[in-house]
Each structure stands twice: as C-alpha cells, then as structure tokens.
T-cell receptor, first 113, second 111 residues
Framework: DAEITQSPRHKITETGRQVTLACHQT?????MFWYRQDLGHGLRLIHY???????NKGEVSDGYSVSRSNTEDLPLTLESAASSQTSVYFC????????????FGPGTRLTVT | RKEVEQDPGPFNVPEGATVAFNCTYS??????FFWYRQDCRKEPKLLMS???SGNEDGRFTAQLNRASQYISLLIRDSKLSDSATYLC????????????FGKGTRLHILP
C-alpha cells in the first residue's frame, strides 16, 4: 500500500544545531508540503513543492529550507535550530489535479533545548 | 476576521446523538474545502471533501454554503470512536498557493 513516512519520529536537539527531518511518500504525488502544529495554532505551512526541483515558501518559512531532488522525498532542514522551532512537524502529499486532497505522515516531534 | 474560524468546543455529546458544527471562511476565492479528523498526538486524516451539492459518507454529511461562506459537518448516530478534533480546511490551490487549516473543534462522545 502507498504511504507517507517521516523520520525520526522524535528528536531532541540543541539550539544552533542543524537538523534535517525526512519525509518519504510512495503515492507518486507531485505535491508535497511541510507543516508545523503548535498549541493555539492550526497547522501552518512551512514550505511546499509541486515537483522535482520546485520549492516554495509558506506562511512560516523563516529558519527552514527544503530541497526536492526526486518525487518521493522532501527533507526539511532547520539551518540553526531555535527554541521557537520546538513543535510537531507534519509532512503531507497530494495529487496535482482534482481537489488536492492531502495525506499526512505520522509527524515528527522536535524539541530544541 | 480570521480566514478560517471554528468553534473550539469541546462539544460533549451522548453516544447515539447527532452533532453538527460549522466552519466559516472569509475569502470567497477559496477553491476546495475539506474536513479532517485528528486524534490526540496523531496526524490529521482526511474525512471528506466538501461540495456545494453536499456529500454524505455513511453517518457523516458535509455541506458547503458559498453565499454565506461556511461549511458544515453533521455526524449522525455518534460513536465513541468519533471522539476527536475536527479540522476545517480551505484550499486556494491551484489559483493561489494557500491552504488554511482551522484550529479545530474538539468532540467528546460520552458513553
């Protein structure tokens, strides 16, 4: 069955370190998205991609970057982790036609100390 | 006015009852609408897309009212397993690169 996975599921890191969160989907979807979810906020879009070599900034992109070298993967990098980036991160993918219904990975819980 | 607004709840509803909640949105340029459910500490899962004609999936009925700019979700014969947070999602794809998630409505089904 097609799926979307994230790794690691939990991560503790120190302020200032570079961190990369992995997202891998086997749906063969062109569109991939990264969100963060914090108490008091809905899911907020960080970055997204409509295909290989395409990346775009979302609502809360400062301090984050992504790259898309193949269809299956969209890794999210925190260049220099800050305590404000402690959050739960969700990756999602969708078709590039129709209603663009998104399917989410299980999430990564990141703590920056 | 916030782009997408939901009553945060919680809605405490006895098992077997019918419950309904709405979500309002402010931008008429929105293209697609969805309801997701999210269990505690889990990922959001697509419940259903929402269309102007209304759509039904078993005990769940969703409706879109473009004139009044709201979407609704009705759950009939509620089950304990329906306890979750329900997220309203408004998408502007493909015209505009924007997807807005509501903060969610918490639903507790009581035995």
């Amino acid at each position: 069955d097609a799926e979307i996975t994230q790794s690691p599921r939990h991560k503790i890191t120190e302020t200032g370190r570079q961190v990369t969160l992995a997202c891998h989907q086997t749906w063969n979807h062109n569109n991939m998205f990264w969100y963060r979810q914090d108490l008091g906020h809905g899911l907020r879009l960080i970055h997204y991609s409509y295909g290989v070599q395409d990346t775009n900034k979302g609502e809360v992109s400062d301090g984050y970057s992504v790259s898309r070298s193949n269809t299956e993967d969209l890794p999210l990098t925190l260049e220099s982790a800050a305590s404000s980036q402690t959050s739960v991160y969700f990756c999602a993918s969708s078709e590039s036609t129709g209603d663009y219904e998104q399917y989410f990975g299980p999430g990564t819980r990141l703590t920056v100390t | 006015r916030k782009e997408v607004e939901q009553d945060p709840g919680p809605f405490n509803v006895p098992e077997g009852a019918t419950v309904a909640f709405n979500c309002t949105y402010s931008n008429s340029a929105s293209q697609s609408f969805f309801w997701y459910r999210q269990d505690c500490r889990k990922e959001p899962k697509l419940l259903m897309s929402v269309y102007s004609s209304g759509n039904e999936d078993g005990r769940f009925t969703a409706q879109l009212n473009r004139a009044s700019q709201y979407i609704s979700l009705l759950i009939r014969d509620s089950k304990l397993s329906d306890s979750a947070t329900y997220l309203c999602v408004v998408s502007y794809l493909p015209r505009d690169d924007k997807i807005i998630f509501g903060k969610g409505t918490r639903l507790h089904i009581l035995p």
